[in-house]
């Protein structure tokens, strides 16, 4: 089977992971992040963008990936939406810019990618679409307004785009504490900006986080599966 995938934030962590799983299953993997990672082989392609300037980025896509989609008959395609930023802070300090690049990495670019694949898909190609989730987006942890909005955003975006669309499988997947840049950065904050901070060090000190290729092994399941449903949401482990 000839399949291609597009992986947001391939640089490090999860995304990372599951390019590697992706790659050893033989998918072609078409990378975005702001730093170039390296992977082994020749099915690798990294488009070094900023999803945060969303015109650029979409453009940018938009050429290269359509490209790439138009090269051959794919029967199928994989999206996953894993690239986020998850800044920390109280409501009454957030800052509008910094909430629009928020936005844009988590919710709108996003968006716009399950759009972009479903409309430039190979004709007969298999759709499958994974936003990795996060307990944020049902549950406010103050401090995290900005993350958890744009988590629930996603999360209700391929909601709707699996209510759409009828021969589409979307996973919304939360991966669980994960130790990755993004979790250290997490027990790094203020505990008076994110009190949630304290229960996180404690999972590091008792040696709770999972690797990376933990959650990556359930991506790439669900890509690689036979069958799909339209819309599955599950938490690693349940
Ligand atoms: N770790 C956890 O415990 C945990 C728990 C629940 C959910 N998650 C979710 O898991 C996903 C992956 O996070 P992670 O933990 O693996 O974090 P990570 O190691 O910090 O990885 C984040 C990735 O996103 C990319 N990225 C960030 N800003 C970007 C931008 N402006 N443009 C392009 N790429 C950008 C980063 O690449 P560059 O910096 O090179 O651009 C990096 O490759 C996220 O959706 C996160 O919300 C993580």
Not at 113 to 130: K, Q, S
């Amino acid at each position: 089977m000839t399949r291609l995938a597009l992986v947001t934030g391939t640089s490090s962590g999860i995304g990372a992971a599951v390019a590697r799983q992706l790659l050893e299953h033989g998918w072609q993997v078409v990378g975005v992040a702001r730093r170039t990672p390296k992977f082994p082989g020749a099915n690798y392609q990294h488009l070094a963008l900023d999803l945060a300037d969303v015109s650029g980025a979409a453009a940018a896509i938009e050429r290269q990936m359509g490209a790439r989609l138009a090269e051959r008959a794919w029967e199928r395609v994989g999206l996953v939406n894993n690239a986020a930023l998850a800044p920390a802070g109280r409501v009454q300090k957030l800052e509008a810019a910094e909430l629009e690049r928020a936005y844009a990495v988590n919710a709108v670019m996003p968006l716009w990618l399950m759009g972009f694949v479903l409309r430039r898909r190979p004709e007969g190609a298999e759709v499958r679409v994974v936003n990795i989730s996060s307990g944020a987006a049902q549950r406010p942890f103050p401090g995290l307004a900005t993350y958890c909005s744009t988590k629930a955003a996603l999360r209700m975006a391929g909601m709707v785009v699996a209510a759409e669309v009828e021969d589409v499988g979307v996973f919304s997947y939360e991966p669980g504490v994960v130790d990755t840049e993004m979790q250290r950065a997490t027990r790094e904050m203020p505990l008076e900006e994110f009190p949630w901070g304290a229960t996180f060090r404690q999972y590091h000190t008792e040696g709770r986080l999972a690797a990376p290729e933990l959650p990556a092994a359930d991506i790439v399941e669900f890509l690689t599966a036979d069958g799909a449903e339209r819309f599955v949401e599950r938490r690693r482990g349940a």
